[in-house]
């Protein structure tokens, strides 16, 4: 492991934790047409400047409904489909924050600054914490940095934070990608990156980065972070992985407020943005085929060091109790290209197991009620992959098939209306960061909830459980990232490996599905 850099840039002393109102900005991205082809700086940053006026407004709106920090999505001001070489005009040399600058003021320190000036002068005119995504280029030299790419420039995905007088507190750089590079390089070493407000303290991430340990688990346990703010351009698989259940699991996995932007584009199917805290939500629709931004706007208490007593809650038993008695198994592939083994969730009640190599997952269950159309099942899954992003996974989970034939169960399902009137999940998994999700949905308008005040949830068992759902449920799963995810260890040799074109081809098929039901509402 490289070591840490740790950044933590503090404007006043340590305060307690207050309420107080935050925003997050879902921005409908304007990329160019021709980003494949070279541009000017002027022209870049006049392209730019469509994004950028954007969250200048948003800024000024948010500021005047009292909320005193604002974050936009990742690539919410380069755009998307750039080249690595493309990408040079639309990179600005982002300095180290301890030199105590403030753009907005002093424009002229360093050159070739204008997105950072812009930033900047938005937070002062609007008195409001600004958190936005760009590009920061850094020279390196290939003959004395073992990392240093071979055109002898880092070009990182990058975090900025800049005060609500304009001061830029906190930079960071993005350490896991997915399917960026060569475009971006990852940050060479673990950067873990907080800042402190007068209404408390921040952590930043950039969206893959939320499913590692490092930095993510690292900030809120050794570094006291108890609010996660994330910048995210995260697609929408149905039905999980969605970005609102990550940021949701997060939040109730770690007992934190998470802080979440992403973008809404529709080409490559992403949306949902949420606050997420452990006494409230709110979230976007994650209709990615909207062509309307969307602000949202929420209380939220900066200290959520509370003194909750931890769930203790009763497991089935041991694995080898959970392996002899396996139901009736099949197998499938999830949609987005994951292996999966599955079993019925049959009657009204029940108690269903099954297998997946070395994961195993249990269910005990009771609908409140149960359509007869809709087959449930409780499948099993471990999933390695090394592009387009380093990370091994594993999960249990609970979803409907999209018809009553079995080998429609891994595909997409956007809605249901069965309800469970209790429902007991435990994993089986191997050591990692564990994540728990619930989310039912609303109605026809892509709106879901991720029901995190309604499930107990004990992570040294890896159970979940409910009897307080009175939603139609679409998903509930246990989801674990395993520590072996680090780009430095080995893949297991028992996981299957998915490539780019297998991704590419599932998320056509999903969006075209999404399409079709979205067209005729």
């Known amino acids: 492991m490289l070591k840490g850099v740790v950044y933590t840039l503090a404007t006043i002393s340590m305060v307690m934790g207050v309420r107080v109102k935050v925003a997050v900005y879902e921005h409908v991205v304007k990329s160019p047409v021709n980003a494949s082809e070279y541009f000017t700086r002027h022209e870049a940053f006049s392209f730019m400047l469509t994004n950028l006026q954007v969250l200048a407004r948003e800024a000024r709106t948010s500021a005047h409904q009292g909320a005193r920090l604002i974050v936009f999505p990742e690539y919410g001001i380069t755009g998307f489909d750039h080249s690595r070489d493309t990408m040079q005009p639309f990179l600005e040399d982002v300095p180290d924050p301890a030199v105590a600058w403030n753009p907005c003021e002093d424009p002229e320190r360093f050159a070739h600054t204008s997105v950072l000036r812009y930033i900047s002068c938005a937070a002062k005119n609007s008195s409001i914490y600004i958190i936005a995504n760009m590009g920061d280029v850094k020279q390196c030299d290939v003959h004395k ?167 203790d809650l009763k497991s089935f038993g041991p694995i080898s109790k959970i392996r002899s008695n396996l139901n009736e198994s099949y197998t499938d592939t999830y949609d987005y290209g994951m292996n999966m083994t599955f079993a019925v969730l049959e009657g009204q009640s029940g108690f269903v197991a099954t297998c997946f190599d070395n ?85 026809d308008n892509f709106q879901f909830y991720m029901e995190q005040e309604k499930y107990s949830f004990d992570e040294k068992a890896a159970i979940l459980q409910s009897s307080s759902f009175d939603r139609p449920m679409l998903a509930v799963v246990l989801f674990n990232s395993l520590y072996e995810d680090e780009p430095h260890m080995g893949m297991s040799s028992r996981a299957n490996s998915v490539t780019a074109h297998l991704l590419i081809q599932v998320f056509v098929f999903i969006s075209q599905k999404f399409i079709l039901k979205w067209s005729v509402h």
């Open 145 to 311: 940095e073992k990392s240093c790419p071979s055109d002898g420039r880092y070009q990182f995905n990058t975090n900025v934070v800049f005060s609500a007088t304009g001061n830029l507190v906190a930079r960071y750089h993005k350490r896991h990608m997915y399917d960026e590079t060569p475009l971006f390089d990852p940050s060479p070493t673990d950067e873990y990156v907080t800042f402190e407000t007068p209404f408390g303290k921040f952590g930043t991430v950039v969206c893959f980065d939320l499913l590692h340990y490092y930095p993510t688990q690292e900030l809120i346990l050794k570094h006291g972070v108890r609010n996660i703010i994330v910048t995210s351009a995260w697609n929408v698989f149905y039905p999980f992985v969605t970005p609102l259940q990550m940021y949701a699991g997060l939040s109730k996995r770690n007992h934190v407020t998470v802080i979440a932007a992403n973008i809404r584009n529709h080409e490559y199917g992403m949306a949902g943005s949420g606050i997420f805290s452990p006494e409230s939500e709110t979230s976007t629709s994650t209709d990615f085929m909207s062509s309307q931004g969307a602000l949202l706007i929420s209380e939220v208490n900066t200290d959520t060091t509370t003194n909750d007593v931890l769930e």
């Open 359 to 443: 994961v195993c997952c249990a269910v005990q269950f009771q609908f409140r009620e149960r359509a007869i159309d809709e087959m449930y099942i409780l499948s099993a899954s471990d999933f390695a992959n090394d592009y387009p992003g380093i990370i091994h996974l594993q999960f249990c989970a609970i979803h409907r098939c999209s018809s009553q034939q079995l080998d429609s169960c891994g595909e997409a399902v956007f809605d249901t209306s069965s309800i469970f009137s209790f429902l007991k999940l435990q994993a089986y998994f191997d050591p990692g960061v564990l994540f728990p999700f619930a989310s039912s949905s609303a109605s």
